[in-house]
């Protein structure tokens, strides 16, 4: 991910992190909810933002790794969500070093939102990266933006195809595919849909 783009996520905080914690954890991730871990589990919330969903899923006892480039995320993150139960990694795909230097693998790997924001080589770096950080068995879920992005924070366009092929070279198998609207309003309105996988790790 691009020193640009985040860049462009510090200049807008003060204004996205309100909105980011406005929005339901349950009603995002209703589409993949039969994907998400039932049994305390060691998650990994890859672009955790403001630790919104890292703490939705702390509260349900699970050990959360929030990894989050943005600074003023993290601060806002700590402070809003202060809990045993997550630890905050400053850290980016695709190569996710610092994450990956922990020595740790992960039950559930969530990549909410982030996907736009990665070229296609990057994407073909990052798959193989998360599969080594997946459990033997375990899930991932990604979104894949389909609509634009603000203009200091850019998009590239993603094909769901690409990703599962790349994501099969890297070890995963597809177990879940399907296309939801966006839970903004305004990005409903602007065209923003989302299409999301569950990968199995093999």
């Avoid at 806002?76 to 969500?81: D, V």
């Avoid at 990052?126 to 389909?146: N, Q, V």
């Avoid at 603000?150 to 366009?157: F, H, I, L, Q, T």
Wanted: hydrophobic residues 50%; charged residues 25%.
């Amino acid at each position: 991910m691009s020193r640009a783009i985040l860049d462009g996520y510090e200049a807008a905080a003060a204004g996205l992190v309100e909105a980011f914690e406005a929005i339901s954890s349950a009603a995002l991730f209703a589409p993949v909810r039969h994907l998400l871990p039932t049994l305390p589990s060691r998650v990994a919330d890859i672009g955790a933002g403001t630790g919104r969903d890292a703490a939705w899923f702390a509260d349900q006892g699970h050990g959360v790794v929030a990894v989050e480039p943005v600074s003023a995320f993290r601060r806002a993150g700590r402070e809003r969500h202060a809990s045993p139960r997550i630890a905050w990694v400053d850290d980016r795909l695709p190569r996710l070093d610092r994450l990956a230097a922990r020595r740790e693998t992960f039950d559930f790997i969530v990549l909410s939102a982030v996907w736009q924001h990665l070229r296609d080589a990057e994407r073909r770096v990052a798959l193989p990266r998360l599969r080594g950080l997946s459990r033997r068995g375990g899930t991932m879920i990604l979104s894949i933006r389909t609509g634009p992005g603000a203009p200091d924070r850019k998009v590239y366009p993603a094909r769901a195809a690409d990703t599962l092929a790349w994501a099969e070279e890297a070890g995963f198998r597809c177990v879940f595919a399907a296309d939801a609207p966006s839970v903004q309003e305004a990005n409903r309105a602007a065209g923003v849909s989302w299409t999301w996988l569950g990968l199995e790790a093999v």
